[in-house]
Each structure stands twice: as structure tokens, then as C-alpha cells.
């Protein structure tokens, strides 16, 4: 049974780039949430998608835009680069269903670095 | 406004002794809290949870952690640490209230257990 996969494992881009990352959730999650983590910090919530639509939202800019797919795969897209945006992107599976207490797993995460 | 606080940045131990990294929340309803593990450059890996129920939960590897409601904490403890404990750890709590259920993280502790 395959965990939370995420590609690619690293990326290095230009600022004023475009960037798209990708993940794919453990078999059974039907949500996804993505997570940036700078370094020698906590992970920071980015948004959660659940049934294709974006359920909740941290403290990002438009520039942050995601998407889920029906197989409950995710896009997570990053527009207009900034050095700021260098981090760890982690992506974090769950299922919503009938059962909410479900903890999430994650993903080894997106090395990004913008230069 | 929902919070986690991990008071140390740094705990070192002997290995073979008891560990302690410390946690506080705050939520409006009833949390639900996690620890998470972190090896460098790596993703998050679930340890243990609280829910409801007894107020120590067991996890992986040998840890523990105590739900102590009145004191809003939940400590993870492991009677014995081992060189391979060294990591960051992650608490993270989740107000269960309605569909919310994005993670709030705290600032992660570094764990350095000594030969």
C-alpha cells in the first residue's frame, strides 16, 4: 500500500516563475492538505482540498492556487516566485468521510528553492 | 484563536534515560492532538494521537504522551531514549469543532539524545 507520494523531490526555479507540484494521497484518503515548512520552522497551512473544492485556507496569497483531481490527487501551483517561497512543501493525506478523527500522512515533501 | 506552544527549542538527554518534550494548546472546543517526527530533510511521520479516551496514548517507537486537560498539555515521554530519538518533533493540535480540520502546529522541538 503506497504512502503520500510527491513529485518531484526537488525544484529549483527563477523568481517570477511558475511552479507545480504534485501529490498523490495514501489509498482510502479522500483529502488532501498542502503545507509549507521553512526552514528551522513548523509546518504553515496552505489550504485543504476535499471533493475537488477548496475547504479551508491559511494565511497564503492567490499566488498559492491548488487543485484535486477525482482520483483525489493534488496540484499544488505557486505563481509569480519569490525568494520567500524557498521551502519544504509537504503534502498530507486524510479521510474525511463518516470518520474526522483520522490523523494525516504526509508526503517526504517538495524541496523548492527560488533564486 | 486555536495555538499550540512548544516551550523548548532544544532538549538533549543521555541515552537510556527518560525524555520529555513539552506541549501546550489552546482551542475552543474539544482538541484533538498529535505528535509528529521529523528527520532531516524528510516528511512528518505520525507518532501518536489523542482523541478522547484514556489520557495516555501510546505510539510508535516507544513514546507516549499524557493528555492533562486542566493544564491544557500534552507532553510526549519516552522511558528510554535511544541515539535514534534525535529529531524534531512536532506537536499539533485540531479543534474538532464542525468540519474544521486543519492542523495548528507548533514550532518543533529538537531532540538530541547522546551516546
Known amino acids: 500500500d503506497a504512502g503520500v507520494t510527491q513529485s518531484p523531490t526537488h525544484l529549483i526555479k527563477t523568481r517570477g516563475q511558475q511552479v507545480t507540484l504534485r501529490c498523490s494521497p495514501k489509498?482510502?484518503?479522500?483529502?488532501v492538505s498542502w503545507y509549507q515548512q521553512a526552514l528551522g520552522q513548523g509546518p504553515q497551512f496552505i489550504f485543504q482540498?476535499?471533493?475537488?473544492?477548496?475547504?479551508q485556507r491559511g494565511n497564503f496569497p492567490d499566488r498559492f492556487s491548488g487543485h484535486q483531481f477525482p482520483n483525489y490527487s493534488s496540484e499544488l501551483n505557486v505563481n509569480a516566485l519569490l525568494l520567500g517561497d524557498s521551502a519544504l512543501y509537504l503534502c498530507?493525506?486524510?479521510?474525511?468521510?463518516?470518520?474526522?478523527?483520522?490523523?494525516?500522512?504526509f508526503g517526504q515533501g517538495t524541496r523548492l528553492t527560488v533564486v | 484563536a486555536q495555538s499550540v506552544a512548544q516551550p523548548e527549542d532544544q532538549v538533549n538527554v543521555a541515552e537510556g534515560n527518560p525524555l520529555t518534550v513539552k506541549c501546550t494548546y489552546s482551542?475552543?472546543?474539544?482538541?484533538?492532538l498529535f505528535w509528529y517526527v521529523q528527520y532531516p530533510n524528510r516528511g512528518l511521520q505520525f507518532l501518536l494521537k489523542?482523541?478522547?479516551?484514556d489520557n495516555l496514548v501510546k505510539g510508535s517507537y516507544g513514546f507516549e504522551a499524557e493528555f492533562n486537560k486542566s493544564q491544557t498539555s500534552f507532553h510526549l515521554k519516552k522511558p528510554s531514549a535511544l541515539v535514534s530519538d534525535s529529531a524534531l518533533y512536532f506537536c499539533?493540535?485540531?479543534?474538532?469543532?464542525?468540519?474544521?480540520?486543519?492542523?495548528?502546529w507548533g514550532l518543533g522541538t529538537s531532540l538530541g539524545v547522546n551516546p
Open positions: 498530507a493525506s486524510s479521510y474525511l468521510g463518516t470518520d474526522r478523527n483520522t490523523e494525516a500522512f
Open positions: 489509498s482510502g484518503h479522500d483529502t
Open positions: 489523542y482523541i478522547t479516551g
Open positions: 499539533a493540535v485540531r479543534d474538532n469543532a464542525g468540519n474544521n480540520r486543519k492542523l495548528i
Open positions: 482551542v475552543s472546543g474539544n482538541p484533538y
Open positions: 482540498y476535499y471533493e475537488e473544492e477548496e475547504r
